[in-house]
């Protein structure tokens, strides 16, 4: 077996290539102004490194920011080396214009943000004075104080040149790093600006160059071609042309191709410099301005775009809602319309509307409400609103007319500006419902029903009369409440509450009185209920709320409750009668037989009864029986049933259940009626029971059967001395019975044990063992090899059966342990209760355990279930012990019954395993179905694991993967194999 771990690869590529490419940038703009300085040592050359360094300060963080500077270091230096050869001052002043764009690039931070950077005039005055300006001078001062320290001879010169090269730097190239994005050029081509730019790009150096070369005062032209570069392109597109312009005329001057006028030797140390300033900052100043006037003139675009969007819905919400729009001007008593105005009242759009005309045009009951409405908006300033009525050619139309008041400069209102919307169909179809609102609330008071409306969320919108007297809440009390809050529903009058009244099972018939649904209201009083719920939904199928209607049917079901009792019970005892009991024993046999559950069924028949009832008198006998039947009642368990089959003869069924815990529910109560004693009229009685107990499974499943059989064992019991419990045992022939000779029943046995192991898997992993399962066998003198179980049931006594206990033990530690340990495999040991609670056998387990190289938690001990149950206290030390070993524990042969779950002590339990019988049939009988779930459900909550088998087909193992058991084994997943081959392999566990 192995395993594979796959880890992801991080690939560190795309990292890295910023800063490869950043780096190369740096070396080029760095080679070109070395390149400049060598030409022409007299023009010192414009330095481009310190404003990319600055933008990468200002647009990265951490990590990204210090390899992107390492990068810009490390080009600059491959730059200097290159041209000028490694020497320190180099270096030196490298690391300078390092820190100058630290400085720079924080106070930049400071002033601006990265996002808003060069969106207004403003903002490039900060990048200007700042880095443009501030910087350079402390960079110049630092690098003239470095030259002196390092031995130099700092001029005047020297620092000029050092701060006019940063500012043209900065001014040049600076704006175009702050504002380059990753995608411009795919943006520049889809927006079909690319082309324009490099036009203007071309046409602005053909036109630097020829003025440079041949007009007089040439950097008046170059600084207009550059304006005219600011008006045409976008800011970006602009800055970068200005950098291509700077770079040609730098290099233009270092080749002497721009004739310069003779000025004084102190002027000449700047004078190369002041056009590349004179022209840089208006150009720049203009692509600014040029920049904020798009903007504007783009948010103006955008307004007037919306407002026309707006105005369109407007029109068209107001054509599609039937909505006419008006306007009155009070001051000059005029009015406008609109279109759907004229239309709404009849008339042809030549008229000209006046207000009298308005009110001339309502009924003449409407007139002196819109008057006073008019009225009250114009002198209280109150919002007006109104419906009226007009008559048309089409009949009486309802007209809802809104407005909104306006004042002049002196607060006086000036003109309404309303709507007049047709509201006929509305008012009519209003008026109907209402109409059949009022039919329906005097309806639904004068049922006998109680009736309760909610909506979609279950609260209370209406109650009638009687659902008000039946739940105690007013309507006015109950309006906005859950109905859960009101209406308090149990099953029975003291049973269970209901959980939820939408999800309860509604009784069909009468047979379960005790599950009649009962109504508690708020005044203590109850009453037996029937109720419907039935859904409100609109057209379209939208639920809308609910509709719930109760009826008092408290007479009916309990008169039906009487009938039924009486037809269940006998009236004396009060227990189910024979015919309960025939009813009953019909589900029984079914189940048994369908399902291959096991039940038991008991006949008890008192002794002595009949002395009683003859020497005392029949109202003896009745009270005897009374008192008899509560005595066993209180010895039975929940689920056991208990029945009088007439005169003094009982029966009792108790389902799902063993012969050996069907026999101690039964002894109990013979026991408890052996020992009673009955006392009438001073007289003291003594009487007993004898009771006869039958196993019911699917090979005895016919009804006359189990009564003849229950009967014949009752009847052994009184002619067996009274007072006595007997088993019918049937004694079938085993398949292959174990039988032993003397020798062998006397002495342990003299061949070795054989260990067979079943892998246990995951059913969704069957290709891996999650453990084994050890199974050993034992061949008899005649050469029949059997199970270890079917052996030891053939063993005469319990020192017989404790020496196989031992020499298993001893077997498996002594052989197999060591190579177990060795392959790290995880095995299930099956015990014996019997040899656990034996205290020499105890010793003997725990000290292999010490001793062993295997050690405790790769050992799961397997007991039997029932047996375990039995003597649960006296185990539960040596279980924790075992626990403490490492050791985990399951219980096989867990059956049907489910109380076990409330049996066992889940804390000291790890694995659970199935009954073959649940299994078997999994995949074709619901009912194991479900009830393997439900047994894995009720495991799972307890943290414990299930565990099934043997599985032999594929489908049985499709369907306990479904319902999701722990682990399974059998043919359908691998063969059992020896335990010496399984050690002999060559694989090795894997944990």
């Given at each position: 077996?192995t395993?594979?771990?796959?880890?992801?690869?991080?690939?560190?590529?795309?990292?890295?290539?910023?800063?490869?490419?950043l780096?190369?940038?740096?070396?080029?703009?760095?080679?070109?102004?070395?390149?400049?300085?060598?030409?022409?040592?007299?023009?010192?050359?414009?330095?481009?490194?310190?404003?990319?360094?600055?933008?990468v300060?200002?647009?990265?963080?951490?990590?990204?920011?210090?390899?992107?500077?390492?990068?810009?270091?490390?080009?600059?230096?491959?730059?200097?080396?290159?041209?000028?050869?490694p020497?320190?001052?180099?270096?030196?002043?490298?690391?300078i214009?390092?820190?100058?764009?630290?400085?720079?690039?924080?106070?930049?931070?400071?002033?601006?943000?990265p996002?808003?950077?060069?969106?207004s005039?403003?903002?490039?005055?900060?990048?200007?004075?700042?880095a443009?300006?501030?910087?350079?001078?402390?960079?110049?001062?630092?690098?003239?104080?470095?030259?002196?320290?390092?031995?130099?001879?700092?001029?005047?010169?020297?620092?000029?040149?050092?701060?006019l090269?940063?500012?043209?730097?900065?001014?040049?190239?600076?704006?175009?790093?702050?504002?380059?994005q990753?995608?411009?050029?795919?943006?520049?081509?889809?927006?079909?600006?690319?082309?324009?730019?490099?036009?203007?790009?071309?046409?602005?150096?053909?036109?630097?160059?020829?003025?440079?070369?041949?007009?007089?005062?040439?950097?008046?032209?170059?600084?207009?071609?550059?304006?005219?570069?600011?008006?045409?392109?976008?800011?970006?597109?602009?800055?970068?042309?200005?950098?291509?312009?700077?770079?040609?005329?730098?290099?233009?001057?270092?080749?002497?191709?721009?004739?310069?006028?003779?000025?004084?030797s102190?002027?000449?140390?700047?004078?190369?410099?002041?056009?590349?300033?004179?022209?840089?900052?208006?150009?720049?100043?203009?692509?600014?301005?040029?920049?904020?006037?798009?903007?504007?003139?783009?948010?103006?675009?955008?307004?007037?775009?919306?407002?026309?969007?707006?105005?369109?819905?407007?029109?068209?919400?107001?054509?599609?809602?039937?909505?006419?729009?008006?306007?009155?001007?009070?001051?000059?008593?005029?009015?406008?319309?609109?279109?759907?105005?004229?239309?709404?009242?009849?008339?042809?759009?030549?008229?000209?509307?006046?207000?009298?005309?308005?009110?001339?045009?309502?009924?003449?009951?409407?007139?002196?409400?819109?008057?006073?409405?008019?009225?009250?908006?114009?002198?209280?300033?109150?919002?007006?609103?109104?419906?009226?009525?007009?008559?048309?050619?089409?009949?009486?139309?309802?007209?809802?007319?809104?407005?909104?008041?306006?004042?002049?400069?002196?607060?006086?209102?000036?003109?309404?500006l309303?709507?007049?919307?047709?509201?006929?169909?509305?008012?009519?179809l209003?008026?109907?419902?209402?109409?059949?609102?009022?039919?329906?609330l005097?309806?639904?008071?004068?049922?006998?029903?109680?009736?309760?409306?909610?909506?979609?969320?279950?609260?209370?919108?209406f109650?009638?009369?009687?659902?008000?007297?039946?739940?105690?809440?007013?309507?006015?009390q109950?309006?906005?409440?859950?109905?859960?809050?009101?209406?308090?529903?149990?099953?029975?009058?003291?049973?269970?509450?209901?959980?939820?009244?939408?999800?309860?099972?509604?009784?069909?018939?009468?047979?379960?009185?005790?599950?009649?649904?009962?109504l508690?209201?708020?005044?203590?009083?109850?009453?037996?209920?029937?109720?419907?719920?039935?859904?409100?939904?609109?057209v379209?199928?939208?639920?809308?709320?609910?509709?719930?209607?109760?009826?008092?049917?408290?007479?009916?079901?309990?008169?039906?409750?009487?009938?039924?009792?009486?037809?269940?019970?006998?009236?004396?005892?009060?227990?189910?009668?024979?015919?309960?009991?025939?009813?009953?024993?019909?589900?029984?046999?079914?189940?048994?037989?369908?399902?291959?559950?096991?039940?038991?069924?008991?006949?008890?028949?008192?002794?002595?009864?009949?002395?009683?009832?003859?020497?005392?008198?029949?109202?003896?006998?009745?009270?005897?029986?009374?008192?008899?039947?509560?005595?066993?009642?209180?010895?039975?368990?929940?689920?056991?049933?208990?029945?009088?089959?007439?005169?003094?003869?009982?029966?009792?069924?108790?389902?799902?259940?063993?012969?050996s815990?069907?026999?101690?529910?039964?002894?109990?109560?013979?026991?408890?009626?052996n020992?009673?004693?009955?006392?009438?009229?001073?007289?003291?009685y003594r009487?007993?029971?004898?009771?006869?107990?039958?196993?019911?499974?699917?090979?005895?499943?016919?009804?006359?059967?189990?009564?003849?059989?229950?009967?014949?064992?009752?009847?052994?019991?009184?002619?067996?001395?009274?007072?006595?419990?007997?088993?019918?045992?049937?004694?079938?022939?085993?398949?292959?019975?174990?039988?032993l000779?003397?020798?062998?029943?006397?002495?342990?046995?003299?061949?070795?044990?054989?260990?067979?192991?079943?892998?246990?898997?995951?059913?969704?992993?069957?290709?891996?063992?999650?453990?084994?399962?050890?199974?050993?066998?034992?061949?008899?003198?005649?050469?029949h090899?059997?199970?270890?179980?079917?052996?030891?049931?053939?063993?005469?006594?319990?020192?017989?059966?404790?020496?196989?206990?031992?020499?298993?033990?001893?077997?498996?530690?002594?052989?197999?342990?060591?190579?177990?340990?060795?392959?790290?495999?995880?095995?299930?040991?099956?015990l014996?209760?019997?040899?656990?609670?034996?205290?020499?056998?105890?010793?003997?387990?725990?000290?292999?355990?010490?001793?062993?190289?295997?050690?405790?938690?790769?050992l799961?001990?397997?007991?039997?279930?029932?047996?375990?149950?039995?003597?649960?206290?006296?185990?539960?030390?040596?279980?924790?012990?075992?626990?403490q070993?490492?050791?985990?524990?399951?219980?096989?042969?867990?059956?049907?019954?489910?109380?076990?779950?409330?049996?066992?002590?889940?804390?000291?339990?790890?694995?659970?395993?199935?009954?073959?019988?649940?299994?078997?049939?999994?995949?074709?009988?619901?009912?194991?179905?479900?009830?393997?779930?439900?047994?894995?459900?009720?495991?799972?909550?307890?943290?414990?694991?299930?565990?099934?088998?043997?599985?032999?087909?594929?489908?049985?193992?499709?369907?306990?993967?479904?319902?999701?058991?722990?682990?399974?084994?059998?043919?359908?997943?691998?063969?059992?194999?020896?335990l010496?081959?399984?050690?002999?392999?060559?694989?090795?566990?894997?944990?």
């Amino acid at each position: 077996m192995t395993t594979h771990t796959i880890s992801p690869a991080h690939s560190t590529l795309s990292s890295f290539r910023p800063a490869l490419l950043l780096g190369l940038i740096c070396f080029i703009a760095s080679l070109f102004c070395l390149t400049l300085r060598v030409l022409d040592n007299a023009i010192s050359p414009i330095w481009y490194a310190s404003a990319l360094m600055t933008a990468v300060v200002f647009r990265s963080r951490g990590r990204q920011q210090a390899l992107l500077l390492l990068a810009c270091l490390a080009g600059t230096l491959g730059a200097h080396i290159m041209v000028l050869g490694p020497h320190w001052p180099l270096f030196s002043f490298a690391f300078i214009n390092l820190l100058q764009s630290l400085l720079g690039g924080y106070l930049l931070r400071l002033l601006i943000k990265p996002e808003s950077a060069l969106d207004s005039l403003m903002s490039w005055l900060k990048i200007v004075v700042t880095a443009g300006m501030l910087v350079p001078l402390a960079s110049g001062l630092v690098a003239l104080w470095w030259s002196h320290f390092s031995g130099g001879t700092p001029t005047l010169r020297f620092f000029t040149v050092w701060v006019l090269s940063e500012v043209i730097g900065m001014l040049a190239l600076g704006p175009i790093c702050l504002l380059w994005q990753p995608r411009y050029l795919r943006l520049q081509v889809q927006q079909d600006v690319l082309l324009a730019t490099l036009i203007a790009l071309a046409a602005s150096l053909l036109m630097s160059f020829l003025a440079l070369r041949f007009l007089p005062w040439p950097f008046t032209f170059v600084m207009v071609i550059l304006f005219w570069v600011a008006v045409r392109l976008p800011r970006l597109a602009a800055f970068l042309v200005f950098f291509a312009n700077v770079s040609l005329i730098s290099l233009m001057l270092v080749l002497g191709l721009v004739s310069m006028p003779a000025f004084n030797s102190s002027f000449m140390i700047t004078a190369p410099w002041l056009p590349l300033l004179l022209i840089l900052i208006p150009s720049h100043m203009m692509t600014m301005v040029m920049h904020a006037f798009r903007e504007e003139k783009k948010h103006i675009r955008a307004s007037e775009e919306t407002n026309r969007r707006l105005m369109e819905r407007i029109t068209l919400a107001n054509e599609a809602g039937g909505i006419g729009v008006w306007e009155w001007d009070v001051m000059r008593n005029e009015m406008s319309w609109d279109r759907r105005m004229y239309t709404i009242y009849e008339l042809e759009p030549t008229l000209r509307p006046t207000y009298a005309f308005w009110l001339s045009r309502l009924l003449p009951e409407d007139r002196p409400l819109a008057q006073e409405a008019v009225r009250r908006a114009l002198e209280d300033d109150i919002p007006f609103s109104m419906e009226c009525r007009i008559t048309t050619r089409n009949g009486l139309r309802f007209i809802r007319t809104q407005a909104e008041s306006q004042r002049n400069a002196e607060g006086k209102i000036a003109r309404l500006l309303g709507i007049n919307q047709d509201i006929t169909e509305l008012r009519l179809l209003t008026e109907a419902l209402y109409r059949e609102k009022e039919q329906m609330l005097i309806t639904l008071d004068a049922i006998g029903e109680a009736v309760i409306s909610t909506d979609e969320e279950m609260r209370v919108t209406f109650m009638n009369p009687v659902a008000e007297q039946m739940s105690g809440w007013t309507q006015e009390q109950a309006a906005g409440k859950s109905l859960g809050d009101i209406l308090r529903i149990t099953h029975g009058a003291r049973g269970p509450e209901v959980e939820d009244i939408l999800c309860c099972n509604l009784p069909g018939t009468m047979n379960d009185p005790d599950r009649d649904l009962v109504l508690h209201n708020a005044s203590g009083e109850h009453f037996a209920i029937q109720y419907s719920l039935t859904p409100l939904k609109t057209v379209t199928g939208k639920n809308i709320g609910s509709v719930m209607v109760m009826q008092d049917v408290s007479e009916s079901r309990e008169m039906l409750k009487r009938l039924h009792y009486s037809a269940s019970h006998d009236t004396l005892t009060r227990l189910p009668n024979r015919a309960s009991f025939d009813h009953q024993l019909k589900r029984l046999l079914l189940s048994a037989s369908e399902r291959q559950q096991q039940h038991v069924l008991v006949f008890i028949d008192l002794d002595r009864f009949k002395a009683v009832n003859d020497s005392a008198g029949h109202a003896a006998g009745d009270a005897l029986l009374t008192e008899l039947a509560e005595l066993m009642t209180h010895r039975l368990r929940s689920n056991d049933f208990l029945a009088r089959l007439g005169g003094d003869e009982f029966g009792l069924l108790i389902a799902d259940c063993g012969i050996s815990a069907a026999r101690q529910v039964a002894q109990d109560i013979v026991n408890a009626i052996n020992d009673y004693r009955f006392l009438w009229e001073s007289k003291l009685y003594r009487i007993g029971a004898s009771a006869g107990l039958t196993l019911i499974n699917g090979d005895n499943c016919q009804s006359s059967e189990v009564l003849a059989q229950a009967d014949l064992a009752c009847y052994n019991a009184k002619h067996n001395g009274r007072g006595q419990l007997t088993v019918y045992e049937t004694r079938p022939q085993p398949a292959t019975p174990v039988t032993l000779t003397f020798k062998e029943q006397a002495t342990p046995p003299d061949k070795p044990l054989r260990w067979q192991a079943w892998s246990v898997s995951a059913p969704g992993k069957t290709q891996t063992a999650s453990f084994h399962l050890l199974q050993p066998r034992l061949t008899n003198a005649q050469g029949h090899e059997a199970d270890i179980t079917d052996y030891r049931a053939a063993l005469p006594n319990d020192t017989r059966r404790l020496a196989l206990d031992h020499a298993l033990i001893e077997s498996f530690f002594s052989l197999y342990a060591p190579g177990i340990a060795r392959k790290g495999l995880q095995i299930v040991l099956p015990l014996t209760v019997e040899g656990l609670m034996n205290v020499a056998w105890q010793k003997t387990l725990f000290s292999h355990l010490d001793a062993s190289p295997l050690h405790g938690d790769a050992l799961i001990m397997s007991l039997e279930t029932c047996a375990l149950l039995q003597h649960s206290e006296a185990l539960r030390p040596v279980l924790q012990h075992l626990r403490q070993q490492g050791c985990r524990i399951l219980l096989r042969d867990f059956g049907r019954n489910l109380d076990l779950f409330k049996q066992i002590a889940h804390e000291q339990i790890d694995f659970i395993q199935l009954s073959p019988d649940l299994t078997a049939n999994v995949h074709f009988n619901l009912m194991d179905e479900m009830l393997v779930s439900i047994i894995h459900g009720q495991a799972q909550r307890l943290n414990i694991a299930t565990v099934a088998g043997p599985v032999d087909l594929a489908m049985a193992l499709s369907t306990l993967n479904s319902i999701g058991i722990d682990g399974v084994w059998g043919d359908a997943l691998s063969s059992c194999v020896p335990l010496n081959t399984l050690l002999e392999n060559s694989f090795f566990a894997i944990k």
